[in-house]
Nanobody
Framework: QVQLVESGGGLVQAGGSLRLSCAAS????????MGWYRQAPGKRRELVAA???????NYAESVKGRFTISRDNAKNTVYLQMNSLKPEDTAVYYC??????????????WGQGTQVTVSS
């Protein structure tokens, strides 16, 4: 079965950086859009960044200029480089991917989430 495996979360001081990775395991035919969402306690899940298979990107206004999303299609992996982190970036970060299976069905898959905590 296909799974999204996330890594790179942790505790960092304000102003620091983290790099999140999310790799699709298992056999896939192809992957369309991939993205990162986050959810802080008491808040709704929000889109942080997204990237199409062709490399077109979209960012939440709150992270523009600080975060960069990228992908490695050969490795079925999406990354989120987070710089100049702020305490308000603290949240559980989830990756997502629109995956075409070997059977040629498209599904949206979600990672289990990785905690990012930014201290002041």
């Amino acid at each position: 079965q296909v799974q999204l495996v996330e890594s790179g979360g942790g505790l960092v001081q304000a102003g620091g950086s983290l790099r999140l990775s999310c790799a699709a395991s298992g056999i896939v035919f192809s992957i369309n859009a991939m993205g990162w969402y986050r959810q802080a306690p008491g808040k709704r899940r929000e889109l942080v960044a997204a990237i199409t298979s062709g490399g077109s990107t979209n960012y939440a206004e709150s992270v523009k200029g600080r975060f960069t999303i990228s992908r490695d299609n050969a490795k079925n992996t999406v990354y989120l480089q987070m710089n100049s982190l702020k305490p308000e970036d603290t949240a559980v970060y989830y990756c997502s991917a629109d995956i075409i299976t070997v059977e040629r069905y498209q599904y949206t898959y979600w990672g289990q989430g990785t905690q990012v905590t930014v201290s002041s």
